[in-house]
């Protein structure tokens, strides 16, 4: 969630262990009054849902954030209270909260879009087909975890890496260089985990990395790692490998 009230200094955790659905026998605040609630604390802010929660007593608040990003916080059935914070499942020790935001918020892109995609892979590692597409950045610390777990899971044969560079250039700014140079002296998924970067910012290199910089920015990805799955589904941020397998199709 990017807006203000999101990390206020109210935003709490909330944890419960055994509560399943939460009780539809009492009726939850109107979205028109909430609306005003929302508008008290922070404008800009719509309200598009609400209904109960997992945990009994509590409403869960459907907002749309921006054009492209859902938010979820959660009020009790009064409409006096919000709370801003994850409901985890203690017993699986799930996060609640964000499996319902990834829902919310889930991209998938279609047939096109992947055929498209395709064409920015700067790389493939390992050779198995089942795949990932995995965007990234050369400087990013998060992408840079990211690659030691599937460097883990491409010796493990369990699949293959498809690498299409988006550089966050405002952060890092020696990013696009490195990726070129990766790109021009073919240094692969090796050359990435070790952050090479030389002078070789040949044509072709730097045409894949600005065609693909583009391409992904136009597709809403705002950050790495990202990943694309052969289904067309997105997944931002760091995300467990136990995930991607079962995306995959690897039973637990």
């Given at each position: 969630m990017r807006k203000t009230l999101f990390t206020l200094a109210f935003a709490s955790l909330l944890v419960f262990s055994g509560c399943k659905q939460g009780s539809t026998s009492f009726s939850c605040p109107k979205v028109e009054d909430l609306q005003k609630m929302i508008d008290g604390l922070q404008k800009g802010l719509t309200v598009e849902k609400v209904e109960p929660s997992e945990v009994s007593g509590?409403?869960?608040?459907?907002?749309?954030?921006?054009?492209?990003?859902?938010?979820?916080?959660?009020?009790d059935k009064q409409g006096k209270y919000l709370v801003a914070g994850n409901i985890i499942e203690v017993s699986t020790k799930k996060n609640?909260?964000?499996?319902?935001?990834?829902?919310?918020?889930?991209?998938?892109?279609?047939?096109?879009?992947?055929?498209?995609?395709?064409?920015?892979?700067?790389?493939?590692?390992?050779?198995?087909?089942?795949?990932?597409?995995?965007?990234?950045?050369?400087?990013?610390?998060f992408c840079k975890r990211a690659e030691e777990m599937l460097d883990e899971l491409v010796k493990q044969g369990k699949l293959a890496v498809k690498v299409i560079?988006?550089?966050?250039?405002?952060?890092?700014?020696?990013?696009?260089?490195?990726?070129?140079?990766?790109i021009c002296d073919k240094k692969g998924f090796e050359g990435l985990k070790q952050g090479y970067k030389s002078g070789n910012q040949c044509e072709a290199g730097k045409k894949l990395v600005e065609d693909a910089?583009?391409?992904?920015?136009?597709?809403?990805?705002?950050?790495?790692?990202?990943f694309i799955f052969p289904d067309g589904e997105m997944r931002s941020g760091l995300i467990p490998k136990e995930v991607i397998l079962q995306k995959l199709g690897f039973k637990e």
């Open positions: 509590l409403c869960s608040v459907i907002l749309k954030v921006s054009d492209t990003d859902k938010g979820l916080v959660y009020v609640l909260t964000q499996e319902k935001l990834a829902l919310l918020n889930k991209i998938v892109l279609n047939a096109s879009q992947l055929a498209e995609l395709e064409k920015r892979v700067a790389f493939v590692y390992g050779n198995s087909d089942k795949f990932v597409y995995f965007i990234t950045d050369p400087d990013c610390p560079f988006f550089p966050l250039e405002q952060i890092h700014p020696e990013a696009k260089a490195k990726a070129i140079s990766i910089m583009n391409f992904v920015a136009n597709l809403r990805i705002r950050g790495t790692p990202t």
